[in-house]
């Protein structure tokens, strides 16, 4: 299924409440992801992680999340600052030094958070 017609059923909030469509989905962005499909990376990545409903979800949308990472996706680099930061999610313990890479990165890319923080 094409990512754009996934993506037009997704913001159709009347369709997404039912379960079957919200499991057609999910599979759908998980296909797009897994044929490298940048934009499915990022959007499947942030639902698994803030959506998920247990720690393999979360831990998956964390890699997926690292797959797309790049200057030209800021909030995937904030959220990857934020992650190994804190730590806590399964496969990505706290890390200083990959937490301050990805706030560098998302530095450069422009996400307003990020440049909110001195060095």
Not at 4 to 19: A, K
Request: glycine share 8%; aromatic share 12%; hydrophobic share 40%.
């Amino acid at each position: 299924m094409p990512y754009n017609f996934l993506l037009w059923v997704f913001h159709q909030s009347w369709l997404t409440r039912f379960r079957r469509v919200h499991e057609w989905l999910m599979k759908g962005f998980s296909q797009q992801a897994d044929k490298g499909n940048k934009d499915a990376q990022e959007l499947y990545g942030f639902l698994l992680l803030h959506k998920g409903s247990d720690d393999a979800s979360k831990s998956a949308g964390a890699r997926y999340l690292m797959m797309c990472v790049g200057l030209d996706r800021p909030k995937v680099c904030w959220q990857l600052h934020q992650i190994f930061a804190n730590g806590g999610i399964l496969g990505f313990p706290q890390d200083n030094e990959k937490a301050q890479k990805y706030l560098q990165l998302a530095q450069q890319a422009g996400h307003p958070l990020a440049l909110n923080i001195n060095d």
